[in-house]
């Protein structure tokens, strides 16, 4: 337990925590962060220093209550399927069941993504014997419409593999498009109905410019590297992801979930620590960030802390850029 936390700072200090999924669960703010471990491994581009082995569900009543963490919902030693690193998560509520949709490498070193369920919004998770058939890549991320249709969302370049998948087959040699050609895009699947397999093969999200061009790869102030998230607002679906190499948060808007999406902008301006991941959530008639950064640990890239902010929008429907430090 805590006191309430303040916005920009950490929601809690005992663990370290990253990549938060917030959501809104009987009344309460559930976040499902990853946990990272206190060690002193080697750092690369890889992701090897991101050895995380369990999830811990935090919870709030509100912005003015404490912050409870509910212990251990899911370990590594408990997946069948998963050899290490239970990265960024995210859950989703169908069916009086939750589940914890969250990657993970498989025997043989490729990520794929599994899924755990409950009774509970704060677990503990009971995964399935199985990766989902047809998954690949790392942070996936569900929403489930207003129509009951759950949709995720996918993908992680570099360590996250997704260049890899450029084939539909995996190629541990493949790079990915050149500078000057489209940037690959997330991937987005139809959830079956009991949630636990995809209704079809994934397929590619188009992210474009307000002309309709695509992003390209060479553009990395815009273009995806990993961390998608989708949530509606006004009608239209919002996909906020992270840009890698250059630290921001953006945001491209479609009145469509499987897009296209049209860039629209910059949601937070770089933190201290490499990775940058979010998630954004209403409560209440107030919308809300979810993202971490390395304070907690003066920098140490694998030693982060999740915080929230609040996330407000113009007349427009565009979103006002945030800086985490002001």
Known sequence: MSNAPKPNQPLVTHIYTADPSAHVFEGKIYIYPSHDL?????????????????YHVLSMDGFDSPVVEHGEALHLKDIPWASKQ???PDAAHKNHTYYLFFPAR?????????????????GPFAPQERYIEGSFSIDPAVLVDEDDQAYIFFGGLWGGQLEKWQTGEFDPAATGPAPDEPALGPRAALLSDDMLSFKEKPQEISIVDETGHPIVAGDEERRFFEGPWVHKYNGLYYLSYSTGTTHKLVYAVSPNALGPYTF????????????????????????????????????VNHKRCVKYTELQYNEDGTIRTIDPYQ
Not at 115 to 122: G, I, L, N, Y
Not at 273 to 297: A, E, N, P
Request: with cysteine.
């Open 38 to 54: 206190d060690h002193d491994g080697p750092s690369n581009d890889n992701g090897d220093q991101y050895a995380m082995e369990d």
């Open 106 to 122: 498989d025997l043989e070193g490729i990520f794929r993504i599994g899924v755990a369920t409950s009774q509970s919004p704060a």
């Open 264 to 299: 629209k902008g910059t949601i937070l301006t770089p933190v201290i620590g490499w990775t940058t991941h979010h998630s954004i959530v209403r409560f209440g008639d107030k919308w809300y960030l979810f993202y971490h950064d390395c304070s907690l640990s003066e920098g």
């Open 86 to 88: 239970l990265w960024a």
